[in-house]
């Protein structure tokens, strides 16, 4: 065996790596020095972050084990952005897994964690079923436990309960998907299944497909495969509802346009082009008409999550490197946004315990810099220029745009009225803050330093990525160099 | 020229008000006006440097083998790259004007700020409430002027334009307290707005038809450019005329594309420089402080439109009924302004309407500009002008500062006889008005004298009339000057002491604007700022602007000039009868003239009576009964669905997985469906 082969994953060593460093350092110091548990971690990453920023990224496609697994500048660079997202959850999470109830565990949560984005790099080089399938439950799984976190919270364990519960049963389903396709074609390479597979479609296919697609969209959660969404993020812990609405859904909607556009590209007009028009649809709408009615926040950013991940596919709709540039894009912009808005929920939630939107009445008398980051988060959520948010809407609203048929029309119209709608719940948030006329029910409280570090760096990434072209132009670039979509017809 | 000066002349007034806005609050009150008056300081220096190196260096990159000075990119970078071809750029144009404008610009800016240390605080030395915000929006307003100057393309142009309104907003609402400075912020943003509109169709519709938003590719260089590909003649008006009646523009209700584009961008201009009939916010624009009268209404920002016009001018020199509009509106809102700041009683009015005549002198001189007479002689003499006009009218407005902090009024009525008793105030303004008068060696001598001759040269009756309106500006001018300074002074009561001149940092902006306004027109222009950057002299020394002179149109008009002047000296120079018996000789004129012939009445029927009255009310009803009526309606059946669905949320994972499961059937039978 070609030993040479495994430095094409140097991404995935590099992260093997910190996370052994974490592990080793968790169970063998002595008890004084893990004190400095959160902090090691933060800085391991954050150097990792940097390492593979700049020396992570092959100049050109590379594939590795008989072609199960493909790096690329693009793969690389969406691995880059979940890294940015996972270095200010990690923050982000510093106050909490140093609290009294979670300080034996700390190092638990910095193990399950990266061991997710582990299986999240793996679901977005994977270029075999089979490999994409462990990369999946290992991204999967250990988020089960992560969502019990709070052993003392009834609701953590629920939460984590239904989680698994779903997860299992939309496995089921998805690998029940991959049966029928490996009947058709004969292979789970990606690139087999397209050879094999030819250009004729039967029934037999749309179900499978209709399987595989649902398995994703679980994890992305599309609408109806959304249920599960709500009381999760409820229930699970503020540091993993944050992680889990922004770096899991964000490798699950690249890895979602790789499948659908390597292994089944050449149907991309007959078959799931309608299948993606109607979850969008679904999607957005339904989040949106949920997300309204909403009192308790995380449960409003879950619908808000929801709905936003309905804008995400538009980017799969556009199918050419355009789309996935602004795919990507958006979801950059989405991690900051999203993360400052968890940012100050959680700062709130460690001080005061309070979740509820008519606690945060008249928040901006009492805490004004946290009130200023939400309306930052809550206005680039809804697309208001010059905000961050705002551009990512228009790339992505473009690129679908530009797809040029009249269903496309006919859907970006209805997403535009959509996001009219969002417009409405985010700014209730805004409202209830700054014009709420009640007594403020939060007293003044200074938030940690973590909190404040991470709530800057968001807020400046909000106001700096829109308005600084290159980040888009970077990512442009990187995508427009894509090997993926040599098999569209 | 290295990128680094240019940047920090952007970049210091942005950190600066970043800094006063951000920190001001904590900071005491005379270190927030030290910081933003140093800030201002070293903007000025470097402004100079770059200016200097810019005119003197004789470096390649600015000047050519043949002395002609050139446009020059310091830098221009891809800003929003939204496709390749729809890029917008930010940029660093270094040319005459710009230099020019730089150096102007951050002059006034300068002094203006050294002097509001002084003028911010009251007689007992208690600073003003928002005495640091003050500071941030003068760093920010000089910030999007210079932004505005030295922009590369009409966009960027565009952004600062906006920001140039919303900066200046914010300065002349500074009193927010007070109700008539709040609805004169919201009367000038407004006007000024309106035009903008006409400003952006006009760069919208330039744009479309030439494929670019880079002033580069307008001016003379861009347009040899095109004609060299065109095998035109384009050195004389006749050349490029012949020009545009071959190429194919499009013609849109009479006039060609070109000129619509042209004329709906000079609407831009005419609102911010206050052009008839748009500028009625600039009077009201008083109640801002006064070193903000200095600075914006003076200087800067009202100079905008003719700066505009110079920056496209090889344009507008293709569309001569581009240039003929510009010059009637222009002489037109000469006269007019003159006429009315001969009646005003309020000594900041008085110069607000004159500041409004002065800038329709440059666009009349703009308009009247031609290659052919004296290599754009008009050109030259406007911006020239510019130059003068900007030194001596903020010095003019800052002793009107001077003086309203001494009495606490701006009537001057309440003022008479102050020479005695403020002596630098009486010196420097009595030289300010010796400017405008254009009394020879001052500088309005020289700059007004060229515009006139450029508009001989062009038509004997523009020039009869423009100069009958340099002869009501001297004469409003000393009547304004006696009435404050001679005259007999009131009794002071008792308990207050007698008005003083003002502390040092008031004084010293007084003095180097009235050493400047003596020697400015001394500069030989015309071999810095033409159109082209072709030099008008072979050589230059001290006295070459006297030796170019045209005597004949020289002598005329300093004669009306002291004629004017005696005029005003009989009549105003001692209390007497005079001027009640003139005003009682033409009640009709000064009736027209002391409510600035009515145009606000004129506004308010046409927006209230016609506009509200006969379209938004109909409008408005419309909107509430029927487009209201079908959103609530839309609204209460998504609270009714939102409120209908609420229990698939039900928390029962079974019920989850049906729906899990239902949904992948329905997603598989969808897609079938749509194959079949």
Not at chain 1, 62 to 89: D, H, Q, R
Not at chain 1, 284 to 293: D, M, S, V
Not at chain 2, 559 to 576: C, F, G, P, Q, R
Request: hydrophobic share 55%; proline share 3%.
């Amino acid at each position: 065996m070609d030993y040479s082969q495994f430095l094409a994953m140097k991404q995935e060593i590099a992260l093997l790596v910190v996370f052994l460093l974490v592990f080793l350092y968790d169970t063998f110091m002595p008890r004084k020095a893990l004190g400095a548990t959160s902090a090691v971690t933060s800085v391991l990453f954050l150097l990792f972050t940097v390492w593979s920023f700049i020396w992570g990224v092959p100049a050109d496609s590379v594939e590795a084990f008989a072609g199960m697994y493909v790096t690329s500048p693009v793969c690389a660079m969406i691995k880059n952005i979940l890294n940015v997202g996972v270095l200010i959850v990690l923050i982000q999470a510093t106050s909490w897994v140093n609290s009294e109830f979670q300080i034996v565990r700390r190092g638990e949560y910095y193990e399950l964690l990266l061991v997710t984005l582990f299986g999240m790099y793996l679901m977005i080089s994977a270029r075999h079923f089979l490999l994409f399938l462990i990369g999946l439950e290992s991204a999967s799984l250990p988020l089960a436990a992560m969502v019990a976190f709070d052993k003392h919270r009834y609701e953590s364990h629920e939460a984590a309960v239904k989680y698994l519960m779903t997860a299992v049963f939309s496995s089921a389903i998805f690998m029940m998907g991959l049966s029928f396709v490996y009947g058709l074609s004969g292979s789970l390479y990606f690139e087999d299944i397209a050879m094999q597979l030819g250009s004729q479609s039967n029934t037999m296919l749309v179900m499978a497909l209709a399987f595989v697609v649902s398995g994703l969209g679980f994890k992305l959660s599309l609408v109806p495969f959304h249920l599960w969404t709500a009381d999760v993020y409820q229930g699970a812990p503020t540091p993993v509802t944050s992680y889990l609405s922004v770096i899991s859904k964000g490798a699950a909607a690249f890895a979602f346009l790789v499948i659908l556009v390597q292994a089944f590209g050449q149907f991309y007009s007959q078959v799931w082009e309608w299948m993606l028009y109607a979850l969008i649809i679904a999607t957005i709408t339904i989040g949106n008409l949920f997300a309204i009615r909403q009192r308790n926040m995380k449960r409003f950013l879950a619908f808000s999550s929801i709905s936003q991940a309905g804008y995400i596919m538009l980017g799969v709709v556009g199918c050419n490197e355009m789309g996935l540039a602004a795919m990507m894009y958006y979801i950059l912009v989405y991690i900051f946004s999203n993360l400052a808005a968890f940012g100050v929920i959680g700062a709130i939630e460690n001080k005061t315990g309070m979740v509820e939107m008519t606690d945060y009445n008249g928040l901006s008398k009492t805490n004004p810099w946290l009130s200023f980051s939400m309306t930052l988060a809550m206005f680039s959520l809804a697309g208001i220029p010059p905000f961050a948010g705002f551009f990512s809407k228009f790339f992505i609203f473009t690129s679908a745009i530009n797809q040029g048929s009249i269903a496309i029309y006919v859907l970006v119209l209805i997403a535009l009225i959509n996001t009219i709608i969002s417009l409405y719940y985010y700014l209730l948030v805004v409202k209830a803050m700054y014009i709420s006329p009640e007594e403020p029910r939060i007293g003044k409280f200074r938030s940690t330093c973590s909190e404040r570090v991470s709530l800057w760096v968001t807020v400046l990434g909000i106001i700096l990525l829109g308005i600084v072209s290159c980040f888009y132009n970077t990512i442009f670039n990187a995508a427009s160099l894509s090997e993926l979509f040599g098999f569209i017809a | 020229m290295e990128p680094v000066i240019p940047i920090i002349i952007l970049a210091l007034p942005l950190t600066m008000f970043l800094v006063l806005g951000l920190f001001g609050h904590k900071m005491a009150h005379r270190t927030a006006g030290i910081l933003g008056t140093l800030g201002m300081g070293v903007t000025m220096v470097l402004a100079y440097i770059t200016a200097f190196t810019y005119f003197f260096s004789g470096s390649s990159e600015f000047i050519n083998e043949e002395g002609v000075r050139l446009q020059s990119l310091i830098f221009n970078w891809d800003w929003l790259a939204f496709t390749d071809s729809l890029v917008i750029r930010l940029g660093f144009l270094l040319d005459p004007i710009s230099a020019l404008m730089l150096v102007v610009i951050t002059t006034i800016s300068f002094m203006v700020h050294l002097y509001s240390n002084g003028y911010m605080r009251d007689h007992h030395g208690v600073w003003e409430t928002g005495f640091q915000r003050f500071y941030a929006f003068l760093s920010l307003f000089s910030f999007s002027m210079l932004g505005l100057v030295v922009a590369t393309n009409i966009f960027q142009m565009y952004i600062f334009w906006e920001l140039v309104g919303a900066s200046s907003y914010l300065l002349i609402g500074f009193y927010y307290t007070k109700p008539s400075a709040v609805s004169a912020s919201k009367k000038a943003f407004i006007v000024t707005r309106f035009a903008d509109l006409g400003f952006l169709i006009g760069i919208l519709v330039l744009s479309f038809y030439t494929g670019t938003f880079d002033f580069t590719n307008f001016t003379s260089v861009g347009v040899e450019g095109m004609a060299n590909v065109y095998q035109v003649d384009i050195t004389t008006a006749e050349g490029i005329r012949n020009w545009i009646a071959t190429s194919p523009a499009p013609v849109f209700m009479g006039g060609s594309v070109l000129t619509w584009a042209l004329v709906l961008i000079f609407m831009g201009g005419m609102g911010k420089s206050a052009m008839m009939p748009l500028h009625i916010w600039l009077p009201d624009a008083m109640e801002g402080p006064t070193p903000v009268s200095a600075l914006i209404h003076a200087a800067t920002m009202v100079v905008a439109g003719v700066f505009l016009v110079a920056r496209l001018f090889p344009l507008y020199l293709m569309e001569e009924a581009a240039l003929n509009i510009i010059t009637v509106v222009g002489a037109l809102t000469a006269f007019y302004a003159a006429m009315v700041a001969c009646t005003q009683v309020d000594i900041k009015r008085v110069l607000a309407f004159s500041t409004i005549s002065q800038i329709a002198f440059m666009m009349v001189s703009l308009g009247v500009a031609r290659p052919e007479f004296h290599h754009g002689l008009g050109y030259m003499a406007a911006m020239f002008h510019l130059f003068t006009h900007a030194m001596f009218k903020a010095l003019l407005f800052l002793c009107a500062g001077a003086l309203i902090h001494a009495i606490g009024s701006n009537d001057y009525t309440a003022m008479h006889g102050l020479r005695k008793h403020m002596p630098i105030t009486h010196i420097t303004f009595l030289i300010g008005c010796l400017a405008i008068a254009g009394i020879i060696p001052f500088a309005g001598f020289f700059s007004k004298d060229e515009i006139l001759t450029a508009v001989f040269g062009q038509s004997i009756f523009w020039y009869i009339w423009m100069s009958a309106v340099a002869g009501l500006t001297a004469f409003y001018m000393f009547r304004l000057y006696y009435l404050i300074f001679w005259w007999k002074e009131h009794k002071i009561p008792e308990g207050h002491h007698a008005p003083h001149d003002q502390p040092w940092t008031m004084t010293l902006p007084l003095v180097i604007l009235a050493v400047i306004s003596c020697v400015a027109g001394f500069v030989p222009f015309g071999n810095l700022v033409t159109w082209n950057g072709h030099p008008m002299f072979e050589s230059v020394n001290f006295f070459t602007n006297l030796g170019a002179l045209d005597w004949s149109v020289a002598s005329i008009s300093l004669a009306v000039a002291i004629v004017a002047i005696l005029l005003a000296t009989v009549m105003y120079k001692k209390e007497n009868t005079l001027p009640a018996k003139m005003k009682n000789a033409l009640p009709a004129l000064w009736d027209w003239c002391y409510h600035r012939f009515y145009w606000d009445e004129l506004y308010m029927f046409i927006t209230h009576k016609i506009i509200f009255g006969c379209i938004s009310k109909p409008i408005a009803w419309f909107d509430r009964h029927v487009i209201d009526g079908s959103m609530d309606g839309m609204a209460w059946v998504t609270q009714r669905i939102s409120f209908a669905i609420r229990g698939l949320q039900s928390g029962n994972i079974q019920f989850y997985v049906w729906v899990y499961l239902i949904g992948v059937i329905l997603l598989g039978a969808i897609t079938a469906v749509c194959l079949i």
